[in-house]
């Protein structure tokens, strides 16, 4: 059962199965409480129930390189051969070499029943990566292509904004082509149901005001989440909103009017670039849609701030 309430985005992860499952790599990206280690729980539940094996780690728990050889490993053994599986040596691996050495023992007496299905990494929060850890992407990817290993099927690479733009940057370095799976926010029509199932649908309008469809604040119109979240959650849009961003926001209502598109512009006096737009969905402080064949975007909610 997926842990997301939120349809569109379950279409998004069947989407994302079947890419990693035929072999094909992917990125996950998105601003912060947008969701991602959510999905990414869902992605690996949904790759579990096709017999075939998903090992999910989070870079939250790396501090070392060496804690991440070791996170590693503990994932595949528990998550990709079997829960009870122990690591028969008496100290985990801190480099790629000395995994590989233990994995080349541990998988010659692992059954071939296990050993046959797919097998699909799931790294989450990989803005750990940057900027120091960036030999580390280069080594898993060694990993995934070791032939005399159990091939690493796919990996999905789950991360922020910082991931992303350097992912653009660097995508030649990934030696195999990457989907993007950008998440913003809910779309209205979606939020309208679930808001109005939830409390009710008289009070949608004002709901969907104060949230526009952001994950996050939908859960705490729901009493799922605190205020303390969303003080943190403006911190680190403070953080993230770049100078040129800030400028598109100002010119849009604070209240969560929607503004023809057309008529935003940037510091140049034109358009600004989709990329940019790109990024602001991501973050989740803005919202585009089409009204009657008329591209419109309005801010997500009065209560984001993104000045420091």
């Known amino acids: 059962m997926l842990n ?4 569109s985005r379950r279409g998004l992860i069947q989407n994302l199965k079947k890419q990693l499952l035929s072999g094909r790599s992917a990125v996950m990206i998105g601003g912060p409480m947008i969701g991602k280690t959510t999905l990414a729980h869902d992605l690996s539940e949904e790759i579990l129930d096709t017999k075939n094996r998903a090992i999910l780690i989070s870079l939250k728990e790396m501090n070392t390189t060496s804690d991440f050889w070791a996170l590693l490993m503990e994932a595949i053994l528990k998550q990709g051969i079997s829960p009870e599986e122990k690591n028969p040596f008496r100290k985990s691996p ?7 050495s233990q994995l080349h023992h541990i998988y010659e007496k692992t059954p071939d029943e296990v050993n046959s299905r797919k097998l699909i990494l799931l790294i989450d929060d990989c803005d750990r990566f940057l900027p120091d850890q960036t030999a580390l992407i280069s080594q898993t990817l060694n990993m995934a292509m070791e ?3 159990p091939a690493i099927d796919a990996i999905c690479w789950i991360g922020g904004l910082q991931w992303s733009d350097w992912v653009d940057e660097h995508s030649k370095d990934f ?4 989907r993007f799976y950008p998440l913003s926010v809910v779309p209205i029509r979606e939020a309208r149901k679930i808001i109005s199932e939830k409390l009710g ?8 005001r104060e949230t526009g469809g952001h994950p996050f604040l939908m859960s705490q119109a729901f009493g799922e989440t605190s205020l303390v979240g969303l003080k943190a959650l403006n911190e680190k849009l403070t953080q993230l909103v770049q100078t040129e961003e800030i400028q598109i926001l100002d010119q849009l209502d604070s209240s969560g009017q929607w503004m023809v598109l057309q008529n935003l512009k940037g510091r140049d006096g034109k358009n600004p670039p989709k990329k940019r737009l790109d990024r602001l969905c991501m973050m989740g402080v803005i919202v585009r ?12 909610a009065e209560v984001f701030q993104y000045r420091s």
């Open 147 to 149: 032939l005399l290993l």
């Open 4 to 7: 997301s309430p939120f349809s």
């Open 175 to 178: 030696l195999m082509p990457l």
């Open 289 to 300: 849609t089409l009204n009657n064949g008329t591209a419109v975007v309005r801010k997500t």
């Open 201 to 208: 649908s008289s009070v949608f309008p004002q709901v969907w």
């Open 94 to 100: 801190d480099s790629f070499m000395k995994l590989m």
